[in-house]
């Protein structure tokens, strides 16, 4: 998949996942508002009360009736007597994007709140954003009509309309659309807004695709004047980041002219944050693989074999590390409690813990090794006198062994720390042992010529270690005179052991036969006495 593709993916998210699942669109004007903390009796809605008057006036402009929303209009003012329909339709679209009621504060009372300080005909419901950044109060005030009272928004609120509406960023465009554009759709949004963001989006993600390559190349000619490598190898593999952050600003700025509704804006400024977080984070995945891949080539690293055999497994670890971070921190940023959630994971992680033993048991002993480091990467290893070969990789579950028939051979690290295994890559210098089995009949002045001269033979080559050569006549066997051969070849390379080896024994050979003495091969000789006759 193209770095495009991917940032176009996840920029739909933001479209796609802005609007909280299961919301009832307008009607439930459900809000941002915390649960009451004590239980209340429920009190009937009264059909004369601000709540029922406002539940109507957003159950008809959301069915594009805008002449039945404009029944909840004092239209008293010579201006907006004959404007009706339009300013319902206005102040509909002013309380959707700017001012979301919660219904269940409202009263449910014919003479509505008489405890909130004002006339007890007049009702506040809040304040808008008008002309010049002024605040404009929102109220319903009480008539009587055909007898019986109506709550209705009042007239010194309906004259401010214009005001309120033209303050939305995106008035213009609302002003002109037909009206089969104006009819919501899911989660609460109109037909245009859900076009604007399927053509704004993907925008926002072609505009970081382009913008990250120039930007990336920036940074490139910034960190080109440092002497370190980390910043080089991190601005390389940062492209997919950068691309990310760019699209969110870009969609951020671009949404900024679409007033959407307040949850559902709410929603998708969390949603923005989080992808800035998930990009974030990414970029500490980049950080550690950056330095996984320049600490092995620093001085640092090249002074400290055996630690630099731990930053694979060290690379792992951090990296499951940061993902973890990056969750809560994303969990977080949409207002869940992380405490809470933790403290649900500490129980939880009882039942898990009991049900992934061995799974647990081999992260523990991949932390074993890299702690106690009984073999690096590319070390040769006999494990429990079995399996035989090279350590190609140290996982967090398994270490992988590849043998001398080239298949690969998975042990659980569980396991492997519990199992005796025979490193080879530790040696400073590799046993050379034999036997030297001559003939019966060979003299004693021959035995010492062979023994002398091997001797000589072996302390003589530059890479013996001289501390210790042991050429000795050991015992007299079934069919032999043997004489025991041992010494250490300072190298750690075996196909170089095996050349000096083979020399050595050559040589062994040429002293046996200068000294007129010979091999021997298992025999037996069998003595007949013959008897006597009686």
Not at 49 to 75: C, I, K, W, Y
Not at 150 to 177: G, Y
Not at 219 to 243: C, E, M, N, W, Y
Not at 499 to 514: A, K, S
């Amino acid at each position: 998949m193209s770095q495009m593709t991917r940032s176009t993916i996840l920029l739909a998210l933001v479209s796609v996942c802005s609007l909280p699942a299961g919301s009832q669109g307008l009607l439930g004007r459900i809000g941002a508002a915390a649960p009451p903390e004590s239980v209340t009796v429920a009190v009937p809605v009264d059909s004369a009360s601000p709540r029922a008057a406002l539940q109507a006036f957003f159950t008809a402009t959301h069915a594009n009736d805008v002449e039945g929303a404009a029944m909840f209009l004092d239209l008293s003012a010579p201006a907006a007597s004959t404007r009706g329909p339009e300013l319902a339709r206005r102040l509909g679209a002013v309380l959707d994007s700017r001012l979301w009621i919660d219904l269940e504060r409202i009263s449910p009372l014919a003479s509505g709140d008489t405890e909130d300080g004002l006339p007890r005909d007049r009702e506040l419901i809040g304040e808008v954003v008008g002309a010049g950044k002024r605040m404009v109060p929102v109220r319903l005030a009480r008539q009587v009509r055909d007898g019986r009272g109506q709550w209705v928004f009042s007239s010194v609120t309906v004259v401010q309309i214009d005001s309120m509406f033209e303050a939305l960023p995106d008035h213009w465009v609302r002003e002109h659309l037909p009206p089969t554009l104006r009819i919501n759709g899911p989660f609460g949004l109109q037909r245009w807004q859900w076009l604007a963001l399927l053509i704004l989006l993907p925008l926002s993600a072609i505009i970081g695709f382009v913008l990250a390559g120039p930007l990336q190349a920036v940074l490139k000619k910034i960190v080109s004047r440092t002497q370190t490598d980390f910043d080089d190898a991190l601005v390389d593999s940062a492209h997919g980041p950068i691309t990310l952050l760019v699209g969110v600003v870009a969609s951020r700025v671009l949404l900024r002219w679409i007033a959407l509704p307040g949850p559902a804006e709410t929603f998708v400024l969390d949603l923005q944050r989080a992808f800035i977080v998930v990009a974030v984070f990414w970029i500490l995945l980049r950080v550690i693989g950056a330095l996984q891949e320049v600490l092995p080539t620093t001085t640092w690293g090249t002074s400290h074999s055996a630690l630099r055999s731990l930053i694979p497994l060290g690379g792992r670890m951090a990296r499951l590390f940061v993902l973890i971070i990056g969750l809560l921190t994303v969990v977080a940023s949409f207002g869940y409690p992380i405490a809470t959630i933790l403290a649900g994971l500490g129980i939880g992680g009882i039942a898990v813990a009991l049900g992934a033993q061995k799974s647990l048991e081999h992260f523990f002993g991949s932390v074993s090794i890299g702690i106690d480091q009984p073999f690096r990467v590319g070390d040769w290893v006999i494990v429990d006198g079995t399996v035989e070969g090279e350590v190609e990789a140290i996982g967090l579950r398994s270490t992988r062994i590849r043998t001398l028939e080239r298949t690969l051979v998975s042990i659980p690290n569980g396991r492997l720390a519990e199992t005796r295994t025979e490193n080879f890559g530790h040696r400073d210098r590799i046993r050379m042992r034999t036997k030297i089995a001559l003939e019966y009949g060979t003299t004693a002045v021959q035995v010492a010529q062979v023994r002398d001269g091997i001797e000589a033979l072996l302390r003589a080559h530059e890479l013996t270690w001289t501390g210790r050569v042991v050429v000795r006549f050991s015992e007299f066997s079934d069919s032999s005179i043997d004489l025991d051969v041992f010494c250490w070849i300072v190298t750690e390379d075996v196909d170089e052991f095996r050349r000096i080896r083979e020399q050595h024994y050559l040589g062994m050979m040429r002293i046996v036969e200068e000294a007129g003495a010979s091999f021997a091969f298992p025999t037996q000789t069998v003595h007949l006495k013959g008897g006597t006759k009686g």
